[in-house]
């Protein structure tokens, strides 16, 4: 869907993401090195190393090539006579004095965005600015929808799109810090699961469903049973909690169903079951993050349902309480009972 431009909605600028943050670009507002480097990319990168253990991985996390984060890093060290990092064939380590220097250096990118942050809003005469985090696995087309049929209800408030990363550790790190960088995130989630780290809202719960290729005789049904997926493998997130665990004790139950373990999901998951014909058992709003594959709804034997809706802080801004008139009576919180489940309708399952 396609929504029009509000003169309240901003789209920002891509954010270089790094050590599970979204920080902005700010070349030109810190000082340049003796060699015309800038500090702030060699912060970048040597978080993200420390975060992934790998320059290969760091530099798929910064959109940039691995010998530029070799380089960025390598000079960094030889310019401050430093070593961050313990080179090895299986990755890199931080050293005690990296491992203080990049504890030291989040802290003060911290405070700088902070500073920024009360900059920008006294200068927005009177409006505030709410930040939804985004990212192909969580795009937040539901809460889109939703602001574009209240928008008029709150001309003092701006929209801002944020994007983020979809990797665990960065999504998590942003989740545990929200208010800082992101105010908000649409995503689905189980009861309880976010308890003591942020607020949940939940909009809608729908059961799981699974993913098949769409070349694969099971993606033409409507509703599949756990029979029917005798012989199949199916790719699911490792024991942990929640609905995802739930079905995993349905599933093995029946033998004749290979469970194969995931630590998490990103899109190389789903372009591996596209190439290998292996099924999935995705969040129930991934039904169009792969046009290779199909979500298909399960029957069950008992329900197996996860929420969708907003993650946001804690002590969340009394806009973001105002934002569609969030309050103790319309809230569903972590602690909160659960929503009726909605049941798919047709082949595909949980598009929101």
């Keep these: 869907m396609s929504h029009p431009v509000d003169p309240t909605f901003r789209l920002n600028a891509p954010f270089r993401t790094d050590f599970g943050r979204n920080e902005h670009d700010t070349q030109g507002a810190v000082k340049r090195g003796r060699e015309g480097g800038d500090h702030t990319e060699y912060g970048h990168a040597d978080r993200a190393a420390a975060q992934t253990g790998s320059f290969a991985k760091a530099g798929h996390r910064l959109h940039i090539s691995t010998p530029a984060v070799a380089k960025q890093i390598n000079t960094f060290e030889k310019e401050y006579g430093l070593t961050l990092f313990d080179r090895s064939r299986s990755g890199v380590q931080l050293t005690k004095a990296g491992k203080e220097f990049v504890e030291d250096a989040q802290m003060i990118v911290r405070q700088c965005e902070e500073s920024l942050r009360r900059a920008q809003r006294r ?111 199916i790719r699911i997130l490792k024991r942990h909690r929640g609905a995802n665990d739930t079905a995993r004790d349905l599933l093995e139950q029946c033998p004749a169903i290979d469970l194969i373990d995931i630590d998490h999901y990103d899109l190389d998951t789903f372009n591996d079951c596209a190439e290998s014909g292996d099924l999935l058992i995705p969040k129930p709003m991934w039904a169009s993050v792969r046009p290779q594959l199909v979500n298909v709804a399960v029957d069950w034997p008992e329900p197996v349902v996860m929420h969708h809706g907003l993650l946001y802080p804690l002590d969340a801004s009394p806009v973001i309480h105002t934002l569609w008139n969030f309050s103790p009576q319309t809230e569903i919180s972590n602690r909160d009972r659960p929503t009726k489940p909605r049941r798919c309708s047709g082949v595909k399952c949980g598009n929101l």
């Design 123 to 233: 200068s927005t005469d009177g409006i505030a600015t709410v930040r939804l985090g985004v990212s192909i696995l969580r795009p937040g087309h539901r809460i889109l929808d939703l602001w574009q049929r209240d928008a008029g209800k709150h001309t003092d408030i701006r929209l801002e799109l944020v994007s983020m990363p979809d990797d665990s550790e960065a999504i998590n790190d942003i989740i545990t810090h929200l208010g800082e960088d992101v105010d908000l995130i649409s995503t689905a989630f189980d009861t309880g699961y976010w308890n003591d780290t942020c607020n949940t809202l939940a909009l809608d719960s729908e059961p799981l469903c699974v993913a098949v290729p769409r070349n694969h005789a099971l993606a033409r049904h409507a509703l599949l049973t756990l029979k029917d997926l005798e012989g199949t493998r």
